[in-house]
Nanobody, 125 residues
């Protein structure tokens, strides 16, 4: 059974950086797009970033573009989200996800079929 486990969340101050990691097991996702989503209290889960299997295309929401960077190491079965210049509005539970169809680009939640349990990121002002 596929598992996605996020780590690296925590409490930081505005302007700080964090790097989230998502390690997969039980199934190889090296040919699948991987993504990060987040859900703030009282809000719907939203897309943050995704990267295709060949690592030559990355997509970002407007709110994080230029501050966050998604990357992956298929040899380590791990996807990363480097978050710089964090803002209080970045506070949310961050989820890692794997696409359901290989060799595709994915940015919508409906395109992802495997999810992690989430990691909390809190940014204080």
């Amino acid at each position: 059974q596929a598992q996605l486990v996020e780590s690296g969340g925590g409490l930081v101050q505005a302007g700080d950086s964090l790097r989230l990691s998502c390690t997969t097991s039980g199934q190889s996702f090296s040919r699948y797009a991987m993504g990060w989503f987040r859900q703030a209290p009282g809000k719907d889960r939203e897309f943050v970033a995704s990267i295709n299997w060949r690592q030559n295309y990355a997509y970002y929401s407007d709110s994080v573009r230029g501050r966050f960077t998604i990357s992956r190491d298929n040899a380590k079965n791990t996807v990363y989200l480097q978050m710089n210049s964090l803002k209080p509005e970045d506070t949310a539970v961050y989820y890692c996800a794997a696409a359901t169809t290989p060799f595709t680009i994915a940015t919508r939640q409906s395109q992802f079929g495997h999810w992690g349990q989430g990691t909390q990121v809190t940014v204080s002002s």
